[in-house]
């Protein structure tokens, strides 16, 4: 019975240290995976925070060419207004009066 209580310890202590091992293994394992996915975000965040920068241009370089070609609008507008309200003589009335004798 001695002999089969010491078998039991021995066996006991080597499933111990077998359990540990796995638990370490398990540990280091999901660190690792850890690890990778932190890194992964990192490199996303890092991605995003660029593509919204050059999204922010883009909408700042938008706008400027909005304000830009408004400002065109408005100027062709003032100029065929200007052009509209300028009296252009008629050159036919000034060649009538010349053929009438007046």
């Given at each position: ?7 039991l310890r021995e066996e006991n ?8 091992k796995f638990k370490e293994d ?34 700042f370089e938008l706008q400027n ?38």
């Open positions: 019975m001695e002999q089969a209580s010491e078998k202590t080597g499933l111990l240290a077998e359990r540990t398990l540990v280091a394992e999901h660190k690792v995976a850890l690890d990778e996915a932190n890194s992964q975000i990192q490199r996303i965040e890092k991605d995003l925070t660029r593509v919204r920068g050059v999204r922010d241009d883009l909408h060419r909005k304000a830009r070609e408004e400002e065109t609008l408005h100027s062709a507008r003032e100029i065929s207004e200007l052009a509209d309200s300028r009296e252009v003589p008629n050159p036919r009335q000034d060649y009538s009066d010349d053929i009438r004798g007046e």
